[in-house]
Nanobody, 118 residues
Framework: QVQLVESGGGLVQPGGSLRLSCAPS????????IGWYRQAPGLERDMVAT???????NYADSVKGRFTISRDNAKNTVYLQMNSLKPEDTAVYYC????????????WGQGSQVTVSS
């Protein structure tokens, strides 16, 4: 079973920045897609950003220009840099690992609370 560790959530004022980290026990080279999703109270879980093993990136329209997903191969970690945070970014953020093929799996992290408030 693949484990993953999320970190980096917290409380920040509007306009501030946070960086989330996702460190899987499996090599990030072998994971087809790693994504960040978020879920606010009473709402569905939505995609925020994804990055493929080939480093192709995709972002939700609401975060384009403010959030950046990246990977550090040496640390086997994927990051979500969140800048210019808004109160509507408040949610629990989840890392998701999706691998296809013979060793396919789909794992979610435990979630990290991000609260944007003055």
């Amino acid at each position: 079973q693949v484990q993953l560790v999320e970190s980096g959530g917290g409380l920040v004022q509007p306009g501030g920045s946070l960086r989330l980290s996702c460190a899987p026990s499996d090599s990030i080279f072998s994971i087809n897609v790693i994504g960040w999703y978020r879920q606010a109270p009473g709402l569905e879980r939505d995609m925020v950003a994804t990055i493929t093993s080939g480093s192709s990136r995709n972002y939700a329209d609401s975060v384009k220009g403010r959030f950046t997903i990246s990977r550090d191969n040496a640390k086997n970690t994927v990051y979500l840099q969140m800048n210019s945070l808004k109160p509507e970014d408040t949610a629990v953020y989840y890392c998701r690992l999706s691998r296809w093929g013979l060793k396919q799996y789909d794992y979610w992290g435990q979630g990290s609370q991000v609260t944007v408030s003055s």
